[in-house]
């Protein structure tokens, strides 16, 4: 079975400044990666995904991953941060093949201070 | 476009009392449906998903039952809530052999 981990709980930043909040998975077979977004007492949205080909994906609002297999991470890192991003930010892995059940890591919150 | 509908959003039920969320999705067919529960610093945890009508697979033991009586209609139902039963409730659903999960706006249930 697939798990995910991220092993941090919270990352504090500074507005402006680069950010990288990490993801491992862990999984015998093909896998689909995906980052997802939780502002307070909101449900989750999804911010960007890996599914195929190019291992670097991109969202629409700076956020980017890379898919590393030989490390079994997929990172989620932006260059230049916003008060705006300061929200739970979720990993997770499904199968590539089958039915599609979703493993979620725990969360890592990301507070961006001024 | 698909949207997905829960409600209530937020719930405080007594201990031994019975609980129903439910949950609807518009816009598409035969989608796949899933309730997840959110415990603070323990992610989402996956308690039950149905590719159809009538079928309900259960992730963990638990209080809490699922039901699926319409295509796009998932209801969450406990015959006599826990404490433990506290927790941000997550419906969701996808495409069948698509790629992600779509998330409603989430039930916050405080079992006091």
């Known amino acids: 079975a697939q798990s995910v981990t991220q092993l941090d709980s919270q990352v504090p930043v500074f507005e402006e400044a680069p950010v990288e909040l990490r993801c491992n998975y862990s999984s015998s077979v093909s896998v689909y990666l995906f980052w997802y977004v939780q502002y307070p007492n909101q449900g989750l949205q999804l911010l960007l995904k890996?599914?195929?080909?190019?291992?670097l994906v991109e969202s629409i609002n700076g956020f980017e991953a890379e898919f590393n297999k030989s490390q079994t991470s997929f990172h989620l890192r932006k260059p230049s941060v916003h008060i705006s991003d300061t929200a739970e930010y979720f990993c997770?892995?499904?199968?590539?093949?089958?039915?599609?059940?979703?493993?979620f890591g725990t969360g890592t919150r990301l507070l961006v201070s001024p | 476009s698909q949207t997905i509908h829960q409600w209530p959003a937020t719930l405080v039920q007594p201990v031994g009392s019975p609980l129903s969320l439910e949950c609807t999705v518009e816009g598409t067919s035969n989608p796949n449906l899933y309730w997840y529960r959110q415990a603070a610093g323990r992610g989402l945890q996956l308690l039950f998903y149905s590719v159809g009508i009538g079928q309900i697979s259960s992730e963990v033991p638990q209080n809490l039952s699922a039901s699926r009586p319409q295509d796009r209609q998932f209801i969450l139902s406990s015959k006599k809530l826990l404490l433990s039963d506290s927790g941000f409730y997550l419906c969701?659903?996808?495409?069948?052999?698509?790629?992600?999960?779509?998330f409603g706006q989430g039930t916050r249930l405080t079992v006091v």
């Open positions: 969701a659903w996808s495409v069948p052999g698509g790629s992600e999960a779509f």
């Open positions: 997770a892995v499904r199968h590539a093949t089958g039915f599609q059940k979703l493993v």
């Open positions: 890996y599914l195929s080909g190019s291992t």
